[in-house]
């Protein structure tokens, strides 16, 4: 289950809430967070929050957490940038500020694309006129891990597909190939 973690400090104590990509909400596949506790999912209590501020959903196709404004005139900053119009991804350790009061994403888990992961790339998937080199370090290689028979593709095969089996290369893995010596 994907999931991201909040956690602020509210009235002298910790709290934290997991927020789930299909959770129960008032606006079914978000969770709302304000002052107002008949709008919102999560209460926050502090005079600057407005009474529906902003909603955390999880996009599937992005594969990701984003958060919302529902309240322009009152805008959340995330990272430091104000965020009046539209969505932003958010990422573990993103700061948000609800007027005065701060939130923190302390952790994301998403089950279906891992992070970055090193492996040796096997023989038969990269190829000389596939490697990609980045100006600034030479041996390092991208590629794209089959989410079913796990073979590693060059990035260019993204929009193609799995040479091996054919399943779309939008859910793989970006794995970042070890030089081999």
Not at 93 to 99: D, K, N, V, W
Not at 112 to 125: D, F, G, L, R, Y
Not at 159 to 170: D, K, N
């Amino acid at each position: 289950m994907n999931a991201l973690i909040l956690q602020w400090h509210e009235a002298g104590q910790n709290k934290t809430q997991q927020i789930y990509e299909k959770q129960h909400s008032k606006n079914p596949g978000t969770c709302r967070i304000g002052r107002d506790p008949l709008r919102c999912d999560i209460v926050l209590t502090h005079p600057t929050v407005s009474g529906l501020h902003i909603e955390i959903f999880f996009d599937y196709q992005q594969q990701r957490f984003y958060i919302r404004n529902l309240r322009e005139p009152n805008p959340p900053q995330i990272d430091g940038k104000p965020l009046v119009k539209g969505e932003m991804p958010l990422i573990e350790g993103s700061i948000i500020y609800l007027g005065q009061q701060q939130l923190q994403v302390t952790a994301i888990s998403i089950d279906s694309i891992p992070a970055t992961i090193i492996v040796q790339p096997p023989a038969q998937a990269v190829h000389h006129h596939h490697k990609q080199s980045l100006p600034t370090q030479p041996n390092l290689v991208y590629g794209l891990e089959c989410p079913k028979c796990h073979k590693i593709s060059p990035p260019e095969n993204l929009q193609i597909g799995c040479p091996w089996c054919g399943t779309s290369l939008a859910a793989s893995v970006s794995v970042l190939l070890a030089p081999s010596h």
